[in-house]
Every structure is written in structure tokens, then in C-alpha cells.
């Protein structure tokens, strides 16, 4: 995903108050596009922000979620991973690398049984295997 706007607009349109923070945590999203967890954004975002803590992290990513800036990926039980890219994709992880990789689909070529008359209104679809770059 590309991310031309200024990100503390962004924010603003999409009614958010852009603090120092939530602008970093943002910016950490677009510029990494690797689904981080809450941890990996700790890491990394701690050497420059040193009063910041997970906590203050996982509730900038909850306010996103709300105001449908950020989506959550839950590939596996016990690891949230968040993607500031919100359109319509569906997620790979490679079992060798843990790699997530981003991938198009389009809902109409799925074709799902035993939903007649169903209305369908997200589709989250995760795959598991090994990448291209993990096979020999
Ligand atoms: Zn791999
Ligand atoms: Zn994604």
C-alpha cells in the first residue's frame, strides 16, 4: 500500500486527535507494511519514544480499529497482528519463515456451499503453507 497523505491529516479526517504517538504507531504501519504485533512495534518505536509503553501501543491500535484505519489479522490463536492496509486482501503465512504475505482475491471467484440466501458481508481469508522463497 502506498500512503501519499500527510499521516497527521489522516488522522484528523478520520477524527482521531494525531498525538505524537498515535502519528509514530501510524507511521510504523505504513512504512513497515509487515502486520506487526503489538511487541514488534514496541521494539522499535521505544528507542526513539522512550516514556512509550505496550499498553499505550495496543490502545492507539484498538482507537484505529474503531475508526476502521487499521484492521486486525488473527492468523493464529495466540498472535494479533495489525495491517493499516484495510482493503480487501487475504493473508498467507509461510509455516518456515512466518512470513505474512498480503495477496488479492476477488469474493466473487470464491465459491462457498451451504450459505444460499446468506448475506456476507467481510471475508477474512488466511492461508498457511510454505512461501516461494522457503521451498526447494
Ligand atoms: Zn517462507
Ligand atoms: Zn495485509
Redesign the pocket.
Known amino acids: 500500500m502506498k500512503f501519499e497523505s500527510n499521516i497527521g491529516d489522516y488522522l484528523k479526517e478520520n477524527e482521531i486527535k494525531p498525538s505524537f504517538q498515535r502519528i509514530k504507531v501510524f507511521e510504523y504501519l505504513v512504512d513497515k507494511m509487515n ?1 506487526p504485533t503489538v511487541d514488534m512495534i514496541y521494539k522499535e518505536l521505544v528507542n526513539d519514544i522512550p516514556t512509550l509503553s505496550k499498553t499505550t501501543i495496543y490502545n492507539t491500535l484498538k482507537l484505529f480499529v474503531e475508526h476502521k484505519i487499521v484492521s486486525v ?1 488473527n492468523i493464529e490463536d495466540n498472535e494479533t497482528r495489525y ?1 493499516a ?1 484495510v482493503s480487501n ?1 487475504g ?1 498467507f503465512k509461510c509455516s518456515k519463515c512466518g512470513k505474512l504475505y ?1 495477496f488479492n482475491y476477488e469474493n466473487s471467484n470464491l465459491s462457498i456451499k451451504n450459505l444460499q440466501n446468506f448475506k456476507i458481508e467481510k471475508t477474512h481469508l488466511y492461508l498457511n503453507g510454505i512461501c516461494v522463497n522457503c521451498m526447494d
Open positions: 502486520h489479522v495491517d492496509d486482501h493473508h498480503d
